[in-house]
């Protein structure tokens, strides 16, 4: 069976700090990897996506980015966090739009 | 532009209370409509797919149905397990700049009381 890790948990970081969330799956070859946020009072917002090996695309001009050097492991980064950069990230595989979503990771930036 | 509208944002029922969730949306061209259920702190959790007007799919006390313009989510019955946050979520038929990237609604906070 397919299963999705993601980590840290939940993360504190300053204002100006790097960033580097990991998520890795398991059972499946060659899924869309997605990265997702969700900010509170708003919906799930599609951050990247990625069909293969260093193959990203960005839905927002945004202060993040991301890569995927392995077949299945998509990588969230910042170089200099701001405030805005706040909330629940979440990693995602899937296809036509069944998706199966990490645990998260809840960064706070202060 | 893609836009999903989801009602009530809050809804406490009884337990044993049936009601309906509502999700409405505009899209060019739809090619599904999602519903995921997501508890607190946690990844949402896939429940159903419906891909054209009239469809229905059952789960438990959960029901989808899908319009031209909105599905509905009922719940009959409801438990207390069944509170969480329930997610409405559209593919649009355009997505291929997307790769099947979905368009959430804000969701609809359910809390079963028992």
């Known amino acids: 069976s397919q299963t999705i890790h993601q980590w840290p948990a939940t993360l504190v970081q300053p204002v100006g700090s790097p960033l580097s969330l990991e998520c890795t799956v398991e059972?499946?070859?060659?899924?869309?990897l997605y990265w997702y946020r969700q900010a509170a009072g708003r919906g799930l917002q599609l951050l990247f996506y990625?069909?293969?090996?260093?193959?990203i695309s960005s839905e927002v001009p945004q202060n993040l980015s991301a890569s995927r050097p392995q077949d299945r492991q998509f990588i969230l980064s910042s170089k200099k966090l701001l405030l805005s950069d706040s909330g629940f990230y979440l990693c995602?595989?899937?296809?036509?739009?069944?998706?199966?979503f990490g645990s998260g990771t809840q960064l706070s930036v202060l | 532009e893609d836009q999903v509208t989801q009602s009530p944002e809050a809804l406490r029922l009884q337990e044993g209370e049936s009601s309906s969730l509502n999700c409405s949306y505009t899209?060019?061209?739809?090619?599904?409509l999602f519903w995921y259920r997501q508890d607190p702190g946690k990844g949402p959790e896939f429940l159903f797919t419906?891909?054209?007007a009239g469809e229905e799919k059952e789960k438990e006390r959960l029901k989808a149905t899908l319009t031209k313009k909105e599905s509905f989510l009922h719940i009959t019955a409801p438990k207390p397990e069944d509170s969480a946050t329930y997610l409405c979520?559209?593919?649009?038929?355009?997505?291929?700049?997307?790769?099947?990237?979905?368009?959430f609604g804000k969701g609809t906070h359910l809390i079963i009381q028992p």
């Open positions: 995602a595989w899937g296809r036509v739009g069944k998706l199966f």
């Open positions: 059972g499946t070859s060659n899924p869309n």
């Open positions: 979520a559209v593919l649009p038929g355009d997505s291929g700049g997307g790769a099947d990237g979905l368009t």
């Open positions: 899209v060019s061209g739809l090619r599904g």
């Open positions: 419906l891909y054209s």
């Open positions: 990625s069909v293969g090996i260093g193959q």
